[in-house]
């Protein structure tokens, strides 16, 4: 157990589909990110959140719309998804700037997300 | 792109030591070494980092170089449930590094019994 909660654990969504992934932290973090891993390949980073604020987009394609409503919970809202991005999303959070913990990351167990 | 280069992927029998190295050439003076794992279709694990010193934690131990520019990652006695990708990566340890972590493939280590 990490500390940090994701659901749904997995999710199958077709094309025209609307949904939500979530994350929460019980660790007192104040930074969380989302990850994508898609099969056989890295972890890409996708959107970072410290203090609630967004400092980090990488590129992503706005069909995947990240919110922050407080620095215990952030979601991923997906739309019109293509099965390209069928992938595992792993959220994470840390402390930042780094104290103690020097910025390690936390992980969920991810979600594991098709879409047909 | 990540700043670390490591092997595809290494074996090490069950109940021995597993090294698992990384050249990092380019660090700069106030960057960490991190370790983490990620066992199969979970999330990653924290394993252990250091600056310059070497670093031993219940898990593991961090060797690093006098010049940093690479480090190992000792496991002192592998167990099956050691089997997993391991990721070695750079990471400003300060406020002005950023709040980017950047993995790259990893090495794929196989414990064997």
């Known amino acids: 157990e990490t500390g940090v909660t994701q659901t749904p654990r997995h999710l199958v969504m077709g094309m025209t589909n609307k949904k939500s992934l979530k994350c929460e932290q019980h660790?007192?973090?104040?930074?969380m990110y989302w990850y994508k891993q898609s099969a056989k390949k890295p972890l890409e980073l996708m959107f970072v959140y410290s203090l609630e604020e967004r400092v980090e987009n990488n590129s992503v394609p706005s069909r995947f719309s990240p919110e922050c409503p407080n620095s215990s919970h952030l979601f991923l809202h997906l739309h019109t998804l293509q099965p390209e991005d069928s992938a595992l999303y792993l959220c994470?959070?840390?402390?930042?700037?780094?104290?103690?913990?020097?910025?390690?990351?936390?992980f969920g167990s991810g979600t594991q997300l098709s879409v047909l | 792109d990540a700043k670390t280069t490591q092997p595809t992927s290494m074996d090490c029998a069950e109940g021995r030591a597993a090294n698992l190295p990384c050249n990092h050439s380019?660090?700069?003076?106030?960057?960490?070494v991190y370790w983490y794992r990620q066992i199969h279709s979970q999330g990653p694990q924290y394993i252990i980092h250091g600056l310059k010193n070497n670093e031993t934690n219940e898990m593991a131990s961090l060797i690093i170089t006098e010049d940093r520019k690479s480090s190992t990652l000792i496991l002192p006695h592998a167990t099956l449930r050691d089997t997993a990708v391991y990721y070695c990566i750079v990471r400003g340890g300060d406020y002005t590094g950023g709040f980017k972590t950047i993995f790259g493939a990893g090495t794929r280590l196989f414990v064997k019994a």
């Open positions: 994470a959070s840390s402390q930042d700037p780094p104290g103690r913990e020097r910025g390690k990351l936390f």
């Open positions: 380019t660090i700069s003076g106030n960057e960490y």
């Open positions: 660790l007192g973090h104040n930074a």
